[in-house]
Nanobody
Framework: VVLVEESGGGLVQAGGSLTLSCTVSGLSYHGANLDDYAMGWFRQAPEKERGGVSC????????FNVDSVKGRFSISRDNAKNTVSLQMNSLKPEDTAMYYC??????????????????WGQGTQVTVSS
C-alpha cells in the first residue's frame, strides 16, 4: 500500500508563513521509488473544487506554481527522505483550505497539475486569519 501523509498545517495570521511536508511510503512494494514520481500540492477551500497549487518534477529540476501563489509559495523535494515540502510565505486569508499532497509516476522533464494523479494524502488544514 502506498501511503501519502501530509503535515505542517495550522492556523496562522495573514502575512505569516507555514511549511507543509509530505512523506510517501510503500512505493518500493510496487518496484518503484520516489524519483520515478512527480509530486504535487493541491488545495480545496470550503464549497470550492480542489485545484492545483504547485508541482515538482521527479528530478526536482522543474517546478510549477499557479499564478495565485507565485512569488509566495515554493515547492521542493528530497528523494532520499521520500518527502516534498511546500514553503508558504506571505499567506493570505484566501489561502485557507485543506491542502493535499499527491504523486504520479512520471519521468518527464516537467510536471503537470492537470493530469490524473495517482496517490493522494488525507490532507492538512491551513487556516489564515485576517
Amino acid at each position: 500500500v502506498v501511503l501519502v501523509e501530509e503535515s505542517g498545517g495550522g492556523l496562522v495570521q495573514a502575512g505569516g508563513s507555514l511549511t507543509l511536508s509530505c512523506t510517501v511510503s510503500g512505493l518500493s512494494y510496487h518496484g518503484a521509488n520516489l524519483d520515478d514520481y512527480a509530486m504535487g500540492w493541491f488545495r480545496q477551500a470550503p464549497e470550492k473544487e480542489r485545484g492545483g497549487v504547485s508541482c515538482i518534477s521527479w528530478s526536482g529540476a522543474y517546478t510549477f506554481n499557479v499564478d495565485s501563489v507565485k512569488g509566495r509559495f515554493s515547492i521542493s523535494r528530497d528523494n532520499a527522505k521520500n518527502t516534498v515540502s511546500l514553503q508558504m510565505n506571505s499567506l493570505k486569508p484566501e489561502d485557507t483550505a485543506m491542502y493535499y499532497c499527491a504523486v504520479v509516476e512520471s519521468n518527464g522533464a516537467e510536471c503537470d497539475l492537470w493530469r490524473d494523479w495517482t496517490y493522494w494524502g488525507q490532507g492538512t488544514q491551513v487556516t489564515v486569519s485576517s
